[in-house]
């Protein structure tokens, strides 16, 4: 592996990726498996020091990450490509390092993220496949496609999403901004493993805890008329309200992209 060492430390980004279905999310946890606890000891293997790092934000466990940003000091050169493939040495095949950058200035994990983008992806079968249960979450209940758009669109703008959040994380502020929020059909001509399925693609500066997942919630509900347009509207608009509909569960969410 090619390094050199006679150099200060230097910030470094890695672009990973996760199947998050075997751990309890990316954050440590003193009882459960991370994936930054697999990443740290990765790094220790390489570095043969301990390495600090922190990623572009939390993820609930099984939730998984299509990209994802790691930030640490490296405690010297290693050329990226070896880095790379020396990292995918040491971790399990459910979390892959795609890329090494080392950063000629100083950005911040989460402060400086400028826009994350997330999906979710569904199914609407009265029996989903056998294959799916990890990946693509299934709801069999009739829906109203159309009114689940107009229930997209409800959330484009800023709010405050009080109603939209789990306790449990410590936040200056429960207002965010949407950019985006659609509801999109997605064809995989039969593949036996994948079938066809909806997604929700929501793009925002920034998401509070199972933010994105309340918001699928009452995305469904609308759609099976459980739940109005206006009820959305209010729960933007009266911050204590509490929550409209439950938390889609977590096999469904990608964290898909993030701009800094």
């Known amino acids: 592996m090619k390094m050199q060492t006679q150099i200060n430390p230097t910030k470094t980004r890695l672009e990973i990726q996760f199947d998050g279905a075997n751990y309890h999310g990316w954050q440590f946890q003193t009882n459960a498996v991370s994936i930054q606890e697999l990443i740290n000891k990765a790094l220790v293997k390489i570095y043969k020091t301990k390495v600090t790092t922190m990623g572009s934000g939390r993820t609930d466990a099984g939730v998984h990450a299509l990209k994802y940003y790691v930030f640490f000091k490296a405690p010297f050169f290693i050329e990226a490509n070896a880095l790379v493939r020396g990292l995918n040495t040491h971790l399990p095949a459910d979390i892959r390092v795609l890329a090494a950058r080392e950063l000629t200035e100083d950005v911040h994990a989460t402060i400086d993220a ?57 936040v200056r502020t429960t207002t965010r901004e949407i950019f985006e929020c659609e509801l999109l059909e997605h064809t995989t001509n039969h593949h036996p493993l994948l079938p066809d399925h909806y997604y929700i693609r929501i793009v925002g500066q920034g998401f509070l805890k199972q933010m994105v997942r309340l918001m699928v919630g009452a995305i469904w509900d609308v759609g099976r008329a459980k739940i109005t347009l206006g009820e959305i509207e209010q729960a933007l608009q009266d ?20 701009t800094y």
Request: charge should be positive; glycine fraction near 6%.
């Open 114 to 170: 400028k826009k994350r983008e997330y999906r979710y992806f569904f199914t609407n079968q009265a029996i989903p496949t056998a294959f799916q249960a990890k990946y693509i979450a299934n709801i069999s209940y009739t829906l109203d496609f159309n009114a689940m758009k107009q229930a997209c669109q409800m959330f484009v703008g800023e709010y405050d999403f009080a109603n939209f959040q789990t306790l449990g994380s410590d």
């Open 239 to 258: 911050p204590t309200l509490g929550h409209i509909a439950p938390v889609a569960p977590a096999c469904g969410l990608y964290k898909y992209d993030i």
